[in-house]
């Protein structure tokens, strides 16, 4: 098996319990968020067919806001490449409440709009290429490269 990642991708199944070094992606035309665990220390994944934002589902501003609420001052969000503004409210809660906020350039984007909206809000701590985005996401979260 070729591996592209040192981190496990998968989608997310509602019910599972966030663990270290796996990506979650949200199942296509489900919401996906973050809720608190019985112990109140574990985060958990909740799908549900919660209505559309911005006309997306899944959307990206419905994750963020549970990030922000769930992650107060220990999250990173990246904004990257999309059509419309889908994530920009979530990224400024996450912002308010002590996150990084990381955005892909318009050099690199194939469409600028998401990104776009949180840079000319001035949300935006690091604005980096494609290329680059793995490597400001582990100086952001573990302070080396990757």
Request: net charge negative; charged share 25%; hydrophobic share 40%.
């Amino acid at each position: 098996m070729l591996r592209e990642s040192l981190i496990d991708v998968k989608e997310a199944v509602d019910g599972e319990t966030i663990q270290p070094n796996v990506a979650f992606i949200a199942p296509g035309g489900k919401q996906m968020k973050i809720v608190a665990g019985m112990d109140g220390k574990d985060r958990i994944i909740r799908i549900t067919d919660d209505p559309p934002e911005n006309s997306c589902k899944p959307s990206v501003d419905y994750l963020f806001r549970s990030i922000a609420q769930h992650y107060v001052g220990r999250s990173a969000g990246v904004i990257m490449t999309g059509m419309g503004s889908d994530g920009y409210s979530g990224l400024s809660l996450m912002k308010r409440n002590g996150a990084t906020i990381i955005a892909q350039d318009e050099a690199s984007c194939i469409v600028y709009g998401m990104p776009k909206k949180a840079i000319d809000n001035r949300i935006v701590d690091v604005i980096a290429p494609l290329d680059q985005i793995a490597s400001e996401i582990c100086h952001t979260v573990k302070g080396t490269s990757c």
